[in-house]
């Protein structure tokens, strides 16, 4: 009996093991410094411009849905965690995010109010670092606004001028149960917004 249970769990965590990697990339602007940001405010979700934007009643871009809520909650929570403090007035930064269970996500289909491909974005290019990720945007491939089932984005923009100052993507398994999805897309958002530099106070703290 003992043994059985031994190579259950150590099936388990081989399963585990075996489970891929979320990959990330990120985007900064080479216009801006992050240096000095405090406090952020996640974005409401806006209304899609078109019908039929939204796959079903839990798609995570439909208002008030429950993975809508879910990804709110996480995003503030994961950038809490690097130390930023959460603000409606007047914050430093602001969150904008993209996530479908539908076969394509189109970011054009929501409008936060900011160029979605300010004059530095033009596609996935390359820049090493924490905070920059594998990938960045100035390359000259075609720019892409429809992307894979699960794919997640998020946006940190500038409330004043609008300008987007960092950008990272990922995806999350897409998952006929509530639960196992709602439960990937909070990984997928932790791992993206790890890649996001720790608030300064932070960085000092742990120095």
Known sequence: MRTTQLLTTAALLALGACAPAISV???????????????????PTPKPKIAGAVSSTNDPMLVNSISNRALRTD???????????????????????????????????????YAWQPHWWSGWGRRWGRGWG?????????????????????DVIDPKTKDLLWRGQGVA???????????????????????????????????
């Open 134 to 154: 594998g990938d960045w945007g100035l390359q000259t491939a075609p720019t892409v606004t429809q992307y894979t089932q699960g794919t997640v984005i998020v």
């Open 75 to 113: 995003l503030a929570q994961e950038f809490a965690g690097l130390g930023y403090v959460a603000s409606d007035s007047n914050p430093d930064f602001c969150v904008a995010y993209y996530a479908s269970t539908k076969q394509q996500l189109d970011v054009t289909y929501w409008d936060y109010g």
């Open 25 to 43: 990339r990120t985007a900064l602007s080479p216009d801006v410094s992050l240096h000095g940001l405090r406090t952020f405010r996640v974005l």
């Open 173 to 207: 398994a897409v998952s006929d149960d509530q639960q196992q999805y709602e439960q990937e897309l909070k990984k997928t958002v932790a791992a993206i917004v790890d890649k996001f530099p720790a608030a300064a106070n932070k960085v000092a703290l742990a120095q």
